[in-house]
Structure formats: C-alpha cells, structure tokens
C-alpha cells in the first residue's frame, strides 16, 4: 500500500474553508484515495474517496492532481464541529485500511 | 438508521478473563473488520470476514478470536492469552473486501482496559 503524508496539524477560522493536502507520490493506478475523520473517542467518519476524478460530496470535495500524486480534502465552510483527526489513506482492496498520523484541524471561531 | 452499533462503550477485564465484544450492523453489508487503536496511532487489522462462516487473521490476530454466524453480526473475543489488551477496538464493515471502492464504515468503538 502506498504510504500518505499530511501535515502534522492546520488551524481554520469558522466559516471558512478547509483545505487539507495529502501527498501519496507513490500511488499505483488501481488505488484509490479516501479520506476519513476522527473526533475524540469516537469511531472514524467516511467522508469522501475517489480515484482520478475531482469529486464532492455533501460533506466536502476532493481535488486529485492529474499525476494523482497529491490530493486535497476541501470543507467549504468549516464549523467548530469538523475540529477532528483527518486521515488520507490509499487504498487498493483486501480490506486494510491503513490509518498514518493524520492531520489535526483545529477550527477557531 | 442504517449503522453499526458497538457495545458496551466500555469494558473492564480481569486478569486471565475473557470477554467479548459486540459488534451488529444493519448496513446489510457482507464484510465487516475488527480494528484496534492505541492512543496516538493508527488502526491495526485483526480480523476481517467477507462472508458468513469465513474470516481471515489480519496483522494482529493472536489472542483474539471471532464468529461470523450471521450476516449482521461479528463479536470479538479478547483471551486471556492476549497480554496487552488495553486499547481502543473499532468494528467496521463495507459491501466487499475485494473492491477497493466501497468504503469501510465504522461504529463508535468499545474501550477495553484491565482492571
């Protein structure tokens, strides 16, 4: 599985947007790029995936580069709720997800 | 709702106990996964099941064992012979192991420590 590299943490001011980046350079064609959230104590949250396409969802949008090389995770209007763990993870079946350190967003009023 | 329900939100083990943890989904899913995590790390595989009456180790199988009796449900027994069982356990489950674009859904865990 290819190894994912996101900044340690990133603050954002409520009400605007989020943009998480994630490096995956080593990606293989067949593997897809998901993103999941963490809030304290509680389970992780799907939030978006995709494999060459830009997609968006009703939580964010995902933005691949067209080497699909590095990604981001963008939340058009940051609440106080979206203060979690983001996790970048490429995945290419057999069941494991591989979870690396994330990146901590902090969302300041 | 469709989701996953883990419980108990807690649990305390003795020494030399076994004890085992719920997992039921109503997502109708056939695969559904064990993870652990601990504090400040990432998820480790321990066992995951495509269908009923199947499942496979992941990386951290031992001292843990499972059931798949039905579709809707995949406990987790921690043994006696799992030493370090202080952790975070996280039930999830998806549409397949075998295609990497159907996402894993998770529940919202079950903290395990000894007494």
């Known amino acids: 599985d290819a190894k994912t590299t996101q900044p340690p943490s990133m603050d954002c001011a409520e009400g605007r947007a989020a943009n998480l980046p994630c490096n995956h350079s080593?990606?293989?064609?067949?593997?897809?790029v998901y993103w999941y959230r963490q809030i304290h104590s509680q389970g992780p949250q799907y939030i978006i995936h995709?494999?060459?396409n830009n997609e968006t969802n009703e939580m964010a949008s995902l933005i691949i580069t067209e080497d699909r090389k590095s990604s981001t995770l963008i939340l058009p209007h940051a609440t106080l709720r979206d203060t979690a763990v983001y996790y970048c993870?490429?995945?290419?079946?057999?069941?494991?997800?591989?979870f690396g350190q994330g990146t901590e967003l902090s969302v300041k009023p | 709702d469709g989701g996953i329900t883990q419980s108990p939100k807690y649990l305390f083990r003795k020494e030399g106990q076994n004890v085992t943890l719920s997992c039921e989904q109503n997502l109708n899913h056939d695969a559904m996964y064990w993870y652990r995590q601990d504090p400040g790390q990432g998820l480790r595989l321990i066992y995951y099941?495509?269908?009923?009456?199947?499942?496979q180790k992941g990386d951290i199988a031992e001292g843990y064992s499972v059931s798949r009796e039905k579709k809707e449900s995949f406990p987790l027994t921690v043994t006696s012979a799992q030493k370090n069982p202080t952790a975070f356990y996280l039930c999830?489950?998806?549409?397949?192991?075998?295609?990497?674009?159907?996402?894993?859904?998770f529940g919202d865990g079950t903290r395990l420590s000894i007494l």
């Open positions: 995709g494999l060459k």
């Open positions: 999830a489950s998806s549409w397949s192991v075998t295609r990497s674009n159907q996402p894993q859904h």
């Open positions: 993870i490429v995945y290419n079946q057999g069941g494991k997800l591989i």
């Open positions: 099941s495509q269908i009923v009456n199947d499942f």
């Open positions: 080593t990606i293989s064609g067949n593997e897809y």
